[in-house]
């Protein structure tokens, strides 16, 4: 059972009686119009669940309870479930199975379970596996190393595992000693002086534990494909060697030279020398080929032009060219590293991921292979992160003007000490000695810190304080430059916004879409008001392809070049559900800039997705009508 219906039956079971939709809407989050199709939904697929009347709804305390009963005991209750679950019984089966079989393990009916398969034959597809039936029986036909492929993806997503917790695996593969393959991965790596972080360690783990399952259980033979031809001489063959036969002799199994250079490129892409010191600018094409840095320097380039981010630490360089050199060879092979926090990722850091987006794009127009998956985007946020941030924080310091009598060295011990605890926080602009010096002294400043009362009238935020700076002094500067950044960043994020919103461009609707006819629609619109180009849906729908821009329960679409002739944010509103991929949706925005705005862009994209991340607010955006009441919306929201 998915989570929203989990949600209503449990607050259904709780009342004990009749619920009104006003009420469910409220604890969920959700538009009433929301919650009637959710109930609908429930009770055509669990039939007399919830009845209705003039009173609300109520739930069938029996029914509800054995239901949430089966959902603790993970029994699949979802076609996207279902078909998961179908797909890794196959995939691990040597056999063929009986579609009777998995009817009665999944408990659902004959007709229910054809929907499924023609899920689970979509998915196959993917991997270039065929779902193939022979009267009642059923089985998977394909080459080795994609149904491993498609296992490893469907354990990792629909098992929703992380390296915080190897337990999940070993859940799943029950006759497999888990820590045994990690003990033995960690030592041979650390013996031979490489590193491996706790992301690509579990990827390497579970490849491992699929690899031996397989060898565990007849099945075809892993077919060979010159992966050795893509890398070049190197150590780490006799790494995959050791790892191969101390694998073999626990598991008492023997892998294919495929195999072995399976692993072999799955450990190169994966790993790193702790002597990484060793490389720079002038030996880093050694490492990674010409082809490569002249690519990473096309990406940056690309994040200077789009989002006027400058990369220029040698250090960042080294690391990353090595990211990305091991990045184009799990592409080619789609040996695909997963991402734990990819969902995370997008919604705490939106731009940072779409400043990631953009660049994996430098990488999908470069050859003719498949787009970047999400998870490797990911991976690019984590390492150009740091440096948007970084650039981000030192827009936000609070510039200080320090008053403190002339008195030896007073003042630049005072401003020493500040430093050290605000470093991160504030710029000291000036200091001065008396309130004469100091009246002259406060264009731009935002506070004053001064060692003396001051007695005339000061249109700027001060604070008295000890020539010493004590820690009560210390802990009422944190809490007024926290109040100070905090104001800033509303004022700012309600004038930008405002900058942008146009009467005309705030609808309202009630009419199913798909996400193709939403977005056909409005930008249709704003071509028609001459506020983009011509070619604006075609680089909304190329942006779109690259990573969904669906945020949790919203949407902002957007292109990568900020190239149009006005800027403008669409915000649509619809009553009906419009479908977006595999989410429902009921607001989108969509975002207009020009060349000139780009920088606008970068300033509220993170504030407006974060902002949309609760869902009260979002319910609030549903009833909204006019501009001004969409700002009112999102501002009181965040103080």
């Not at 054995?66 to 691990?92: F, G």
């Not at 393959?181 to 030592?187: A, F, K, P, Q, R």
């Not at 990045?327 to 779409?354: A, F, G, Q, V």
């Not at 983009?532 to 990573?547: N, P, Q, T, V």
Request: net charge negative; hydrophobic share 40%.
């Amino acid at each position: 059972m998915e989570q929203k219906y989990t949600q209503i039956a449990r607050l259904l079971l709780d009342q004990n009686g009749w619920v009104t939709a006003a009420s469910l809407s409220d604890h969920m989050g959700v538009s009433v119009r929301t919650v009637k199709n959710y109930i609908s939904e429930l009770n055509s697929t669990y039939a007399s669940l919830i009845e209705s009347s003039s009173s609300g709804y109520r739930i069938d305390t029996e029914k509800a309870t054995k239901l949430l009963n089966d959902t603790s005991q993970h029994i699949p209750q979802t076609n996207k479930e279902r078909s998961s679950y179908v797909a890794i019984r196959l995939l691990r089966s040597p056999e063929t199975l009986s579609l009777y079989d998995l009817c009665d393990e999944l408990y659902i009916s004959m007709s229910t379970l054809r929907t499924v398969m023609k899920r689970t034959r979509r998915m196959l597809e993917q991997y270039n596996l065929i779902l193939s039936t022979s009267g009642d029986n059923v089985e998977i036909r394909g080459e080795e190393r994609n149904r491993r492929r498609m296992l490893s993806s469907i354990i990792f997503d629909e098992s929703q595992l992380s390296f915080f917790n190897m337990d999940a695996l070993q859940d799943s593969f029950e006759e497999i000693d888990i820590d045994y393959i990690i003990e033995t991965v960690n030592l041979i790596l650390f013996a031979h002086k490489y590193f491996i972080n706790d992301f690509a360690l579990f990827n390497v783990v579970l490849h491992i534990t699929i690899a031996v399952d397989r060898h565990l259980k007849p099945h075809t033979v892993f077919n060979y494909s010159d992966i050795r031809s893509l890398l070049p001489d190197n150590p780490i063959y006799d790494l995959a060697q050791e790892l191969c036969d101390e694998l073999e002799n626990y598991f008492d199994i023997r892998f294919h030279q495929a195999e072995l250079e399976d692993f072999a490129f799955l450990l190169y892409t994966s790993i790193s020398s702790l002597m990484i010191d060793d490389i720079n600018e002038s030996n880093l094409a050694k490492y990674v080929g010409d082809e490569c840095i002249s690519l990473v320097d096309s990406m940056f380039t690309k994040l200077q032009d789009d989002y006027g981010v400058s990369l220029e630490s040698e250090e960042f360089r080294v690391r990353f060219a090595l990211h990305i050199r091991g990045l184009l060879l799990r592409r080619k092979t789609k040996h695909y590293n997963h991402n734990p926090l990819t969902d995370s990722i997008k919604t705490s850091c939106p731009l940072i991921y779409d400043a990631a987006v953009s660049l994996s794009s430098v990488i999908d127009s470069n050859d003719t292979y498949p787009p970047i998956i999400d998870d490797e985007i990911a991976y690019i946020t984590f390492h150009i992160g740091n440096y948007l941030e970084e650039q981000q924080a030192a827009k936000s310091h609070i510039r200080i003007v320090l008053n403190c009598p002339t008195y030896y060295d007073m003042s630049t011990t005072l401003k020493q000490k500040l430093m050290e605890r605000f470093h991160n926080d504030i710029i000291i602009a000036n200091i001065t000695s008396n309130e004469p010096q100091l009246s002259e002294s406060l264009d731009d400043a935002d506070l004053i810190l001064s060692t003396i009362p001051l007695q005339g009238a000061i249109h700027v935020p001060s604070i008295t304080i000890n020539p010493f700076l004590t820690s009560t002094d210390a802990g009422i500067i944190e809490r007024t430059i926290a109040q100070l950044k905090e104001t800033r960043k509303i004022n700012t994020f309600y004038q930008e916004l405002h900058k942008l919103l146009v009467p005309q461009f705030v609808e309202h609707i009630n009419r199913p879409l798909s996400r193709e006819e939403v977005i056909h629609y409005m930008c249709n619109k704003l071509f028609e008001n001459g506020y983009c180009l011509e070619d604006f849906e075609k680089r909304i729908l190329e942006r779109e392809a690259l990573s969904s821009t669906v945020i949790q329960n919203f949407a902002i679409p957007h292109t990568v070049k900020m190239q149009e002739i006005n800027s403008c944010m669409y915000i649509l509103i619809n009553d009906a559900a419009m479908e977006w991929g595999e989410t429902s949706i009921q607001l989108v925005i969509m975002l207009c800039f020009s060349p000139a705005d780009r920088q606008l862009f970068n300033t509220i994209f993170d504030p407006l997705a974060i902002t949309l991340l609760n869902r009260s607010t979002v319910k609030e955006l549903l009833a909204i009508r006019t501009p001004e009441e969409f700002l009112n919306v999102l501002v009181n929201s965040r103080k």
